[in-house]
Every structure is written in C-alpha cells, then in structure tokens.
C-alpha cells in the first residue's frame, strides 16, 4: 500500500507533492513525508500520524513524497518514508514489500553498511549507492531491482544530480507528462490538476528524467513511452461542498451506476459468449469486490439459470486442479491492483484460462494481465470504503446476466429504473437514518439477515458498519443466524432486516425469532410489517433489490462513524488498494 509522487519541473515541488499526498492519502495516513532537493542539499520533512491541513512549503524543483500505511516496521518518524542511503546522497519512497529483505540486509551489512531503521525501503537506497560506485544510474537501478524478491515502486532523488529515478514490479505507478515536467505517482489523481498525459509503466520497467528528458527502459533496452489521455476530470476527485468523500461517492451512484452501464454492446457481447463457451465460470474478488461476486452468482442463477463458482481471490490457489484452458474467470475489484487477485489470476493464466476483468482503473496490473477488460467508468473512488465502485460492479454484473439469458435490453432498462429511484431515496431516508445512527451509536454488535439477492447485500452491509464505524457487524442468511449466532442477540439487539417480495414470509419468520429473544428490528423493505421496530422503506425492484439496498446501508455506516467521531474516508488500518498479500 502506501502512496508515493514524485515531481520535476519548472516549479516548485513541495507544494504539487503535498497536495499529492493529500489526494493519495487513502492509500494510507500512519505517517507521511517529502523530501526536496535544493541545490546541493537535500531538505527532508517527516511526520506520523495524518497530514496537516497546511504546510510551511520549502523551494526546490526535484522531489518526493510519501505517505504510509505500515508493513514492515512500526509506526515511527525514524520508520516514515523518504528514506536514505547510509550516506545520506540518495532519498527514496517505496510501495510495496521486499521479501528477501533479511536476506538483502544481511548482504548490505557484509559490505558495511548497517541498516538505521525496521523498514525493507532502506535497501534500495543503499543498494543504489552501492552499485554506484562502479556503474552508471541506469545500471544500478538494474543491478538493484534484480536482487529484490517482492513488490515494488519506487522514485528517488540525488544529493549532487538534478534527476529523478524511478522503478515498478507488482506495486503501481503512473507517469504524468508535460513539456517541461515529470510527475510520478501511485495513483492518476495525485497529478490530475497539472496533467492529463498518463504514462503506465509495465512491471520491470525502471527510467530516469534528467534535462526535461525521460527514458524508461524494460530488461537493459529502451522502450518507447505509450501516452495515454485520462478522462477524469479534477472535480471528480474533489470532495467539492460535501464534508467528506464517503456521501459524495453515496450520492454519485445516481450517475455512476447509469455510467457503469453504458458500455460498448460489442464487448458485452464478446464477455457473454465467453461466458456462455466456457467450461467452469470462476468470479474472483477480494472485500466488497467478492461480495459483488456473490450477488453476481444468485443473479447468474436466477436470470440466466446459469451456475458460476465464487472464489476468495486469497483461497483461489486451492481450486487450481479444477482449472482447464476452457475455463473463465471474472476478476472483480476497484482498484485493479489488488495483490492476492493478481496471485489468483496469474495461477489462472498458468493453466491457460481466460481472463475477463470489471475494474474502476484503466491499465491497472490487473487490466494488463486480462484478455478482456470492463471498466467501471465510477471515476475516482477516493474513500477508502468501496461504495459506488460496488454498485458499478453490482450493475455490471446484473447486466451480463441479463445479457447470458439474451435479455441485454430488459437489464438495462431495470438498472436505469433503478438508478432514477435513487435521489428520492437518498433525501427520504437520510433524516431517518441519521437519528437511527444516534440510536445505534454506542450498540457492541448489529447483525443482518437476508435471503435469496439479500443475503450478499448483508455481508457487504456488515462490512460497511464495521469498516467505518468500527462496531461490530455480521451479516446472515436468514435461515442460518439461528444455527449458533442467535446465541448473542440479547434484549435490544439491533437486527437489520433485508426484506423482499420474493423473500418476504420467510425472512419475516426468522424476523420474529430474533424479535422473541428481544432483537430491536431495523426493516429494509418496500413494504412495511408490524414486526419492524424502525422501518427503512426502499422500493421494490426485483433483481435490482441489492443495487437499491446499498443505499441505505452506506448512509447509516456514514452516519454511525459521523456519530462515534470516525473518520468516514480514512478509517484506521486500512488502505484503499491493498497491494500486499
Ligand atoms: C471495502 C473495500 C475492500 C475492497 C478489497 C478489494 O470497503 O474497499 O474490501 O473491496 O480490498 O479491493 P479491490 O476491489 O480494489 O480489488
């Protein structure tokens, strides 16, 4: 995890690398630091903990950032990126885990050089130096990456050289170009305002910008730079006049779900064929993105009468036996560089199965490694919660199995129907869910239950309220919390209720088991019911019933974090796209 930018040009760089950070801080906030050169010195500022509001900013047109979700090392200044060499000519910031790190460590102390923090990034810099003695920058870089086991991207500065270096395998980094300028960065947005000319870097490629000229090389050869023009526009990563990023990307599903939909007819096409050819349909995700996959294989059942298997992309390597080059799978995730998805689909490629992703971000590792790719098109989710990236998926996902049972335009027609009960919604019940979030606040645990479609919607409601709001929260189908979890409901135990025209007389049954022992019933449903001690209505939209559901579960995580002085957009311990298994 971690976010890094990089920046050198004819301005200043503290303040477009500060800015940076704060755009990249959802990939994690346990400390944070930027480094910039000043002629022949280097200024270093690090810090734990968040980012300030402001900065005093320094001069300097070469330099770079970090900010830090912790892996190797605790949470210290000592530990907080940039690092250096032993002799303190190069600063790096790093992404990523080195895994023969012991080993390198002990390597690095047989030439002298004893290692000054807990981190795996003081290797490299000190590997540089090393290899520098004998050889050019290009050189050692290569000689450097070449030892490392793991992931890694990585950009760093030179006490007495005005240039910028950088190298990636397994872990992001994106190029952002200018006349005159060169930013690096973990993510698109970090550099949006200055540029929209994106260079995606393969795994193995290094490079270094010096004279306004950049060269990237792949295995010791030049390679030439691919420009590609990003569409996203700088507002979309703004948090503009809403108080945080978390209800802006609640509120924006009205257009992103619409948005997610609107795809080329040719490869929705080309995805459904597949699908339909393939011998054992795999959906593979991690978090929020493998509960998409769960609803996606009660959808592929109901409307395309279609069996799919779901796997955890982490548990993926148990089923490699069952895998033949006419099997598919469909990796799902936000990101598109999630590390345990791309350990699956790697394990996948071996055996020769095709690989069709849904991701939010456009070359991606996990975009690169597909055959095919369906891009979300939600725009910057820049809270660390998935919220309309889940949705977008949820969409996607309904709409190719409408597309499997040759129903393209029926789906189509549900998700847009959907999407316009969204506004009304979202102003009805925000009153209501936020006095029940008052009600809630100080709760030990809520569970949900649901059947059939709603059943998926409780695991990822149970995700959000934990995530955000750090109560504990489990989600049920509803014909299982009385196998053993009834055990914890006490008088006035909150149970969210997910109720449908399908699943209602049964779900309402285990409603009323709950209720008896004194469970406090929160009912999401169309239609109200005496056994409701609050009562949430959401409309009733069949297939759609888990997009519209979403709703309301986001907004009360919201509002329980608001209530128990959480932050929504950064909660603790966790990052936005987790690049470590
Ligand atoms: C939860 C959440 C995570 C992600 C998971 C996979 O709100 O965001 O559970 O869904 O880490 O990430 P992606 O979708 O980027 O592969």
Same mark, same amino acid.
């Given at each position: 995890?971690?976010?890094?930018?990089?920046?050198?040009?004819?301005?200043?760089?503290?303040?477009?690398?500060?800015?940076?950070l704060?755009?990249?801080?959802?990939?994690?906030?346990?400390?944070?630091?930027?480094?910039?050169?000043? *002629?022949?010195n280097?200024?270093?500022?690090?810090?734990?903990?968040?980012?300030?509001?402001?900065?005093?900013?320094?001069?300097?047109?070469?330099?770079?950032?970090h900010?830090?979700?912790?892996?190797?090392?605790?949470?210290?200044?000592?530990?907080?990126?940039?690092?250096?060499?032993?002799?303190?000519?190069?600063?790096?910031?790093?992404?990523?885990?080195?895994?023969?790190?012991?080993?390198?460590?002990?390597?690095l102390?047989?030439?002298?050089?004893?290692?000054?923090?807990?981190?795996?990034t003081?290797?490299?810099?000190?590997?540089?130096?090393?290899?520098?003695?004998?050889?050019?920058?290009?050189?050692?870089?290569?000689?450097t990456?070449?030892?490392?086991?793991?992931?890694?991207?990585?950009?760093?500065?030179?006490?007495?050289?005005?240039?910028?270096?950088?190298?990636?395998?397994?872990s992001?980094?994106?190029?952002?170009?200018?006349?005159?300028?060169?930013?690096?960065?973990?993510?698109?947005?970090?550099?949006?305002?200055?540029?929209?000319?994106?260079?995606f870097?393969?795994?193995k490629?290094?490079?270094?910008?010096?004279?306004?000229?950049?060269?990237?090389?792949?295995?010791?050869?030049?390679?030439?730079?691919?420009?590609?023009?990003?569409?996203?526009?700088?507002?979309?990563?703004?948090?503009?006049?809403?108080?945080?990023?978390?209800?802006?990307?609640?509120?924006?599903?009205?257009?992103?779900?619409?948005?997610?939909?609107? *795809?080329?007819?040719?490869?929705?096409?080309?995805?459904?064929?597949?699908?339909?050819?393939?011998?054992g349909?795999?959906?593979?995700?991690?978090?929020?993105?493998?509960?998409?996959?769960?609803?996606?294989?009660?959808?592929?059942?109901?409307?395309?009468?279609?069996?799919?298997?779901?796997?955890?992309?982490?548990?993926?390597?148990n089923?490699?036996?069952?895998?033949?080059?006419?099997?598919?799978?469909?990796?799902?995730?936000?990101?598109?560089?999630?590390?345990?998805?791309?350990?699956?689909?790697?394990?996948?490629?071996?055996?020769?199965?095709?690989?069709?992703?849904?991701?939010?971000?456009?070359?991606?590792?996990?975009?690169?490694?597909?055959?095919?790719?369906?891009?979300?098109?939600?725009?910057?989710?820049?809270?660390v919660?998935?919220?309309?990236?889940?949705?977008? *998926?949820?969409?996607?996902?309904?709409?190719?199995?409408?597309?499997?049972?040759?129903k393209?335009?029926?789906?189509?027609?549900?998700?847009?129907?959907?999407?316009?009960?969204?506004?009304?919604?979202?102003?009805?019940?925000?009153?209501?869910?936020?006095?029940?979030?008052?009600?809630?606040k100080?709760?030990?645990?809520?569970?949900?239950?649901?059947?059939?479609?709603?059943?998926?919607?409780?695991?990822?409601?149970?995700?959000?309220?934990?995530?955000?709001?750090?109560?504990?929260?489990?989600?049920?189908?509803?014909g299982?919390?009385?196998?053993?979890?009834?055990?914890?409901?006490?008088?006035?135990?909150?149970?969210?209720?997910?109720t449908?025209?399908e699943?209602?007389?049964?779900?309402?049954?285990?409603?009323?088991?709950?209720?008896?022992?004194?469970?406090?019933?929160?009912?999401?449903?169309?239609?109200?019911?005496?056994?409701?001690?609050?009562?949430?209505?959401?409309?009733?939209?069949?297939h759609?019933?888990?997009?519209?559901?979403?709703? $309301?579960? *986001?907004?009360l995580?919201y509002?329980?974090?608001?209530?128990?002085?959480?932050?929504?957009?950064k $909660?603790?311990?966790?990052?936005?796209?987790?690049?470590?298994?």
């Amino acid at each position: 995890m971690c976010g890094i930018i990089g920046y050198y040009g004819d301005k200043d760089a503290y303040p477009i690398l500060f800015k940076g950070l704060k755009i990249l801080e959802y990939r994690g906030y346990d400390s944070w630091g930027i480094a910039v050169k000043q *002629q022949k010195n280097i200024i270093l500022d690090k810090e734990t903990g968040h980012l300030p509001e402001s900065v005093i900013s320094k001069n300097g047109n070469i330099g770079i950032a970090h900010t830090r979700w912790a892996t190797t090392g605790k949470v210290t200044e000592q530990n907080a990126h940039p690092h250096t060499s032993n002799d303190e000519t190069i600063y790096i910031v790093h992404n990523g885990i080195i895994e023969n790190y012991a080993e390198l460590k002990k390597y690095l102390h047989t030439l002298g050089i004893i290692l000054k923090t807990q981190t795996d990034t003081e290797i490299i810099p000190n590997l540089i130096t090393h290899f520098l003695k004998n050889n050019d920058l290009k050189n050692s870089i290569e000689k450097t990456t070449k030892l490392i086991k793991g992931s890694y991207a990585f950009v760093g500065i030179i006490k007495n050289r005005d240039e910028l270096f950088f190298a990636r395998d397994g872990s992001p980094l994106v190029l952002g170009k200018e006349k005159n300028e060169l930013f690096l960065a973990s993510d698109v947005p970090a550099f949006l305002e200055y540029t929209k000319n994106a260079i995606f870097l393969n795994d193995k490629d290094y490079g270094i910008y010096s004279n306004k000229k950049l060269v990237i090389f792949h295995n010791g050869e030049k390679i030439n730079e691919q420009i590609t023009k990003i569409n996203w526009t700088v507002e979309q990563a703004k948090k503009g006049d809403h108080p945080h990023f978390m209800i802006k990307e609640i509120n924006e599903q009205k257009h992103t779900i619409k948005t997610a939909i609107e *795809q080329n007819p040719e490869l929705i096409n080309k995805v459904t064929k597949e699908i339909e050819n393939a011998f054992g349909v795999f959906f593979v995700g991690c978090g929020t993105s493998y509960h998409a996959c769960i609803s996606a294989s009660y959808q592929f059942a109901h409307i395309a009468k279609k069996h799919v298997n779901v796997i955890l992309a982490s548990e993926f390597s148990n089923y490699s036996d069952f895998l033949t080059n006419n099997a598919l799978m469909i990796a799902v995730s936000q990101s598109g560089e999630t590390a345990d998805l791309i350990d699956a689909i790697k394990i996948a490629k071996q055996k020769g199965v095709k690989i069709i992703s849904i991701i939010n971000s456009l070359e991606s590792t996990i975009d690169r490694l597909s055959d095919l790719s369906i891009i979300m098109n939600a725009g910057p989710e820049i809270c660390v919660l998935s919220t309309k990236s889940y949705t977008s *998926q949820l969409a996607i996902l309904l709409l190719l199995a409408y597309s499997t049972a040759n129903k393209l335009n029926e789906g189509k027609k549900l998700i847009e129907q959907t999407t316009q009960q969204i506004p009304d919604l979202i102003e009805t019940i925000k009153p209501k869910l936020e006095l029940l979030a008052k009600k809630l606040k100080n709760k030990k645990s809520i569970f949900l239950i649901g059947r059939d479609l709603a059943y998926p919607s409780t695991l990822e409601g149970a995700l959000k309220i934990k995530e955000v709001s750090y109560i504990h929260a489990e989600g049920f189908a509803g014909g299982e919390l009385k196998h053993g979890t009834i055990a914890l409901i006490e008088e006035e135990t909150p149970v969210i209720v997910l109720t449908t025209d399908e699943t209602r007389d049964l779900i309402l049954g285990n409603a009323r088991e709950v209720k008896a022992r004194g469970a406090f019933i929160i009912g999401i449903d169309s239609k109200n019911s005496e056994i409701y001690d609050e009562f949430l209505q959401v409309p009733e939209l069949n297939h759609a019933n888990p997009i519209i559901m979403m709703i $309301p579960l *986001q907004l009360l995580s919201y509002y329980l974090a608001i209530e128990r002085n959480c932050d929504p957009d950064k $909660p603790r311990n966790l990052a936005k796209s987790v690049t470590v298994r």
